[in-house]
């Protein structure tokens, strides 16, 4: 058992109290910060090892900003 944590995001971007939880391994605790309830995402870490950036449904349903136009580039 390892002991993780998870720290979610604010709708402005901060990062908020840590919920700390145990788990077997990497990817029970990723599937958790994936779809554990955190709508705005979440960083994961055990102990001080940083283990990833999550983003939560609200990042997934915002539009990506339109393309730039390509320049072509004159010397």
């Given at each position: 058992m390892?002991?993780?944590q998870l720290?979610?995001?604010s709708a402005d971007g901060r990062l908020l109290d840590a919920v700390s939880?145990?788990?077997d391994n990497d990817p029970q605790?990723?599937?958790h910060?994936?779809?554990g309830g955190?709508?705005?995402g979440c960083e994961l870490w055990?102990?001080?090892r940083f283990v990833g950036r999550f983003h939560g449904a609200v990042a997934a349903e915002t539009p990506a900003p339109a393309p730039i136009a390509p320049r072509v580039l004159v010397h």
């Open positions: 390892r002991h993780y720290f979610a995001f939880r145990d788990f605790a990723i599937r910060a994936i779809a955190f709508p705005n055990e102990g001080f």
